[in-house]
C-alpha cells in the first residue's frame, strides 16, 4: 500500500469519526479559526481601505505597512505573541496572529477597488444629485467589490493554510493531526490532513472565485482608455 493510498484510507477510515479528536471537529475548529480571524480583520481594514481609497491618504503607510506585515514568519508571530500574552491565552494570541497576517491583503483589495474606478463615474453620479453617502454605497462599494473579494480571496487561503501551525500551541485544528503524525512517524496520517486542508482551501477558493465573478454589477464595464471600471447609471426616471 503507497502513502497516497494509506492516507485517503486514513481519511475515510471509521476511526475518523471517534476518539478524542474526530476528524469533523478537527475540520470545524479549523474553520472556525479561519473564519473569526478572517471576519475580524476585514471589520477592521475594509473601513481603512476605503477611507484610503476615497481620499488617497495614508497609501504609502498602508503599502509600507502591508509589505512589512507580509514579511512576518507566521510560526514565529504565533510563539512571540503566546510568550507576550502567556500560554493561558494562547488562543486569543494565535488569533491575533491570524488576524496580523490577515489584513494586509484586505487592505489592499479594499483601497485598490476603489482606486481603480474611473473618477469620471464618481463625478457623474455627483452630477445627477447623488450625495456623498449615495455615491459611496450605489457606485463605489459595487464597483470596487470584486477587487476587494479578491483580497478576501487571498487572504482566507492564506489563514487557512497557516491555521495548521496552532497546533503547536495546543490549539487543534487539522494541523493537530498533522503534528501528531510527524511525532508518531505516521506519515499516511500526516498526508491524510494535508489533503483535508488541500480540498478545504479548493473548496473556499471555489467560493470566493464564483463571489468574485457574480459581484461585477450590471452596469460595470471596463474603460478601455484606462483599464478601469466604469458604470453606467440610469436615473429611475429613465
Not at 474611473?118 to 464597483?143: K, Y
Request: charged share 10%; glycine share 10%.
Amino acid at each position: 500500500m503507497n502513502v497516497m493510498t494509506a492516507a485517503l484510507a486514513w481519511i475515510l477510515s471509521p476511526d475518523r469519526l471517534t476518539g478524542t479528536h474526530p476528524l469533523p471537529e478537527s475540520i470545524a475548529v479549523h474553520l472556525a479559526y479561519t473564519a473569526i480571524a478572517t471576519l475580524l480583520a476585514a471589520i477592521i481594514a475594509i473601513p481603512a481601505g476605503w477611507a484610503i481609497g476615497r481620499t488617497g491618504r495614508g497609501r504609502e503607510l498602508a503599502v509600507g505597512l502591508a509589505g512589512a506585515v507580509r514579511a512576518l514568519p507566521s510560526f514565529g508571530l504565533i510563539l512571540l505573541l503566546v510568550l507576550l500574552l502567556s500560554v493561558l491565552h494562547s488562543q486569543a494570541a494565535a488569533l491575533i496572529a491570524f488576524v496580523i497576517l490577515a489584513f494586509p491583503p484586505i487592505l489592499a483589495g479594499a483601497y485598490a477597488g476603489f482606486e481603480a474606478i474611473d473618477r469620471c463615474t464618481t463625478d457623474a453620479a455627483r452630477a445627477i444629485g447623488m450625495s456623498g453617502l449615495q455615491v459611496l454605497w450605489r457606485v463605489e462599494v459595487p464597483l470596487g467589490l470584486p477587487l476587494l473579494i479578491g483580497g478576501l480571496r487571498s487572504v482566507t487561503l492564506q489563514v487557512l493554510a497557516s491555521v495548521t501551525l496552532a497546533a503547536y500551541v495546543n490549539l487543534g485544528g487539522l494541523g493537530y493531526d498533522i503534528l501528531q503524525g510527524i511525532q508518531l512517524h505516521r506519515f499516511d496520517q500526516v498526508l491524510g490532513a494535508a489533503i483535508v486542508v488541500a480540498v478545504l482551501a479548493l473548496a473556499v477558493d471555489a467560493i470566493f472565485a464564483l463571489s468574485q465573478r457574480t459581484a461585477r454589477p450590471a452596469g460595470g464595464t471596463v474603460n478601455p482608455g484606462t483599464n478601469r471600471p466604469s458604470f453606467h447609471y440610469t436615473d429611475d426616471k429613465g
